[in-house]
């Protein structure tokens, strides 16, 4: 594209988790990573003189696209962050989420000819919006009133109550064993009819606590899992179950996503040991785990492709295939039907000495 003479190239990629970089060491292997770059690259022997991405990268990926220089301008995703970084030869910006803020960037280029090839200067202005300070629109807020009517007399309705504090706030369910987690593997394994559930804690939004007494209602559920994953059976043997807990734990005692909040398992560790051997016992129920047996697991599609590093998990064949399910949060929303009252416990699933 072009506007006022100056050739835009406009590129893009998303992460993919269930791919690894050939060294974890060195981002620059990652395919995200040399995808972007090659497409860039393509787009500048097509002439652009300025390159813009969009990329939902993680940050470390993002600085490595940064550093290379093939784009001039990116705009990513991932981490959730309000981030401006400009280096005077390539900017990144990432904008918070939800669209708390809006980042306007206008770009000044210069374009130029020097011996014989076209250059191209430029400056970005950046302007941080705070929509909760934006004045809406008349005409379009009234067209927004009418639709959140309609989906707010679904949204709201009551599905049941809780009798105890849910804490769905990160800190909590990333570094340890949380109620609203414990909810969560309950209502998958109930689900499911399997032994054994397992979900990661960054599945778990809303960051917010619930006190004792709150009605739940779907708004509520859907807010705390936002993704629209969707659960899924896998049987593994329990060596795999196993690494996949050690995954969970490895970044112990920073908050991860990949933390795991399980039910049907009761596991004992060592977060001062290092990562991969942490893991002293494990329990299905009341019985030692069998390294060599095959046990049923209720998970969601984003750790079967091996996000969160649950790589454990990626080569199980699901049940059925991951399409075929609701999402994770319908699941959820039946199981608090079906129990009235949600008194789930802490109850040592998840003992750190």
């Not at 993002?62 to 093939?70: L, P, T």
Request: net charge negative; glycine share 6%.
């Amino acid at each position: 594209m072009s506007f006022d003479g100056v050739r835009i190239g406009l590129t893009g990629a998303t992460y993919d988790d269930s791919v690894r970089a050939s060294d974890p060491g060195d981002l620059a292997f990652h395919p995200t990573v040399t995808t972007l770059n090659d497409q860039a690259e393509a787009l500048r022997r097509e002439g652009a003189d300025f390159v813009v991405a969009v990329a939902h990268v993680t940050r470390e990926q993002g600085y490595q696209i940064f550093c290379g220089r093939a784009v001039d301008l990116l705009l990513t995703g991932h981490t959730h962050d309000l981030f401006i970084e400009c280096s005077g030869r390539t900017a990144m910006v990432e904008s918070s989420y939800d669209a708390h803020y809006v980042t306007a960037i206008d770009l000044v280029i210069d374009i130029s000819e020097e011996s014989g090839r076209r250059r191209a200067r430029w400056w970005p202005q950046f302007r941080v919006i705070d929509t909760a300070m934006v004045t809406p629109d008349p005409k379009v807020a009234a067209v927004v009133a009418k639709f959140e009517e309609e989906l707010n007399e679904q949204l709201d309705a009551p599905i049941g109550a809780t009798a105890i504090e849910l804490d769905s706030r990160a800190a909590t369910v990333r570094t340890r064993e949380a109620v609203i987690g414990n909810l969560i593997a309950d209502a998958m394994r109930w689900s499911a009819q399997t032994e054994v559930a397992v979900i990661n804690a960054g599945a778990i939004r809303s960051d917010k606590i619930y006190p004792a007494g709150t009605t739940i209602t779907r708004r509520e559920v859907l807010a705390g899992l936002p993704f629209g994953n969707r659960p899924v059976t896998i049987r593994v043997d329990g060596s795999a179950l196993k690494a996949a807990i050690e995954n969970g734990l490895s970044q112990l005692p920073a908050s991860n996503s990949r933390f795991p909040q399980v039910a049907g398992l009761k596991i004992e560790a060592d977060p001062s040991r290092p990562a991969d051997s942490r893991v002293l016992s494990i329990k299905v129920d009341d019985t030692p785990l069998d390294a060599n047996k095959t046990y049923s697991v209720a998970t969601i599609d984003f750790m079967t492709r091996g996000g969160d590093d649950y790589t454990s998990f990626r080569e199980a064949k699901p049940v059925l295939p991951p399409a075929d399910s609701p999402t994770i949060a319908y699941e959820v929303i039946d199981y608090i039907k079906s129990i009235g009252t949600i008194r789930t416990a802490v109850d040592g699933r998840i003992v750190l000495s």
